[in-house]
């Protein structure tokens, strides 16, 4: 009996504050799509890009507080998404006006990576194995 692989993927989930806002910008800027929001009045949606899906969820009355990990650890990403093509990736997030944070470097990691700040202040990187 061979081994099957249970875990298939990791959704981040992230608290915002206009999720039309959010799902435009993850749209525009980061090349993500979007079908539908959900809840009433809508709420909440699921951003993808390449089997990559991000949860955006804006709170109902009363709201909570979009907490962003570097807001706790100032080095922290909120999520780290590995890539095939980290040059080319940041090209086209400069060219559709992202808010990088540096450009693409080689860590002690083994990974070529840069970091990007989305307009609720959460930072994701994406890394490139070397």
Known sequence: MSYQPQLQSINPYFVVDDVFASAAYYRDVFGFTFDQFWLEPPQFVIVVRDGIQIMLHQPGE????????????????????????????????????????????????????????????????FGQLV
């Open 62 to 125: 009363g709201g909570a507080e979009v907490r962003p990990n570097r807001n706790v650890i100032p080095y922290a990403y909120d999520a780290y998404i590995y890539v095939r093509d980290v040059d080319s990736l940041y090209s086209e997030f400069t060219e559709r006006g992202a808010n990088t944070l540096g450009e693409p470097e080689l860590m002690p990691h083994a990974c070529r990576e840069f970091r990007v700040q989305d307009l609720n202040d959460y930072v994701l990187c």
